[in-house]
């Protein structure tokens, strides 16, 4: 059976980037990380950074640099983490927040990889789309 390890990030410098998403996620970065490799734990899976000399920033949406992953992130009200990780370095790329709350904000870490900032809890998933709940 495969376990899940590690989740790899490619960057030009692993303590910055760790730094930010440590700051996003409120969890330290790990003991002995150093400038080829950094990581935070997640109970059993590391989200880990590695130092590329030749980075090149995905540019999301185009496709000539795709995005390759993104991480999604749960919160329970979208603005104050907003402001929060705004303050951090983050840059708000695209909204997708319904009217009653609902959805996702697309973002973009300080060397452009994409996450979401999402607002899911409750919502039903099926083949036609989300069943947002009802305020």
């Excluded at 376990?3 to 440590?22: G, H, N, V």
């Amino acid at each position: 059976m495969l376990r899940l390890t590690d989740f790899i990030i490619d960057c030009p410098d692993t303590m910055e980037l760790a730094a930010f998403y440590s700051a996003v996620t409120g969890r330290p970065v790990k003991e002995g990380s150093d400038e080829d490799w950094a990581g935070i734990k997640f109970g059993e899976i590391e989200l880990a950074f590695i130092r590329v000399d030749d980075y090149r920033a995905p540019q999301w949406p185009d496709s000539e640099h795709p995005k390759q992953f993104h991480l999604d992130f749960e919160v329970d009200e979208i603005e104050p983490e907003q402001r929060r990780i705004l303050a951090l370095g983050a840059t708000l790329q695209q909204d997708f927040i319904n009217p009653e709350g609902y959805g996702w904000r697309v973002y973009t870490d300080p060397i452009g990889h994409p996450f979401c900032l999402c607002r899911n809890k409750g919502v039903t998933w099926t083949d036609q789309g989300p069943i947002w709940p009802k305020r």
